[in-house]
């Protein structure tokens, strides 16, 4: 049977595309 | 059916998990080469059978990975109030931090899941906490526009003082 893998969990980048406080 | 644990348990296969588990109970704290344990994966994946199941057999909540990822952080990056529930009621840390300087409560907010960020508070998430770089929940919320979560800081807030 084809064996489907999920990908490692990660965590986001918190404040990706904001500005810089 | 060669696939891990870690893999068995992200895709919900809980009775396989289990089988896997009365063969060789030390997989319950197996860690990939991230230091992620099956706990994580089945709370990252929102798998709610496999996190009561991975619980009730002796599972580590408290583990955290290389980078100090934990289940409660993917739980609640996730949006996964049930798991997040399951885990504080372990006695997990509401507050742990990562390398990031990421919270449960940072990464709920990030996820913009208000009925995350609400279970987080309720079990005494600091609402302080900054990220690495210098964003406290609410400037997080404030900054990305998510009048819900903010509604629901405020609400903490006010009833803090």
């Given amino acids: ?21 | 059916d060669s696939l891990s644990i870690h893999q068995l348990a992200a895709q919900g296969e809980v009775l396989q998990v289990a089988v896997r588990l009365s063969k060789d109970v030390s997989l319950l704290s197996k860690q990939d080469e991230r230091g992620f344990t099956p706990l994580m994966w089945a709370s990252a994946f929102g798998e709610k059978t496999v996190v009561d199941l991975l619980l009730e057999k002796g599972a580590d909540p408290k583990i955290v990975a290389r980078d100090r990822e934990s289940a409660l952080t993917l739980a609640s990056s996730g949006g996964y109030v049930d798991i997040i529930e399951v885990l504080l009621r372990r006695g997990v840390d509401v507050n742990v931090y990562d390398w990031n300087g990421g919270t449960p409560l940072l990464y709920a907010v990030r996820g913009n899941h208000v009925k995350c960020v609400e279970a987080l508070l309720a079990k005494g998430a600091d609402i302080t906490t900054e990220s690495d770089s210098g964003y406290s929940a609410m400037a997080l919320a404030v900054a990305l526009g998510y009048k819900k979560i903010q509604k629901v800081l405020e609400d903490h807030i006010l009833r803090l003082y």
């Fill in chain 1, 1 to 21: 049977s084809h064996l489907s893998l999920y990908t490692s969990p990660s965590l986001p980048n918190i404040t990706l595309g904001l500005p810089a406080t």
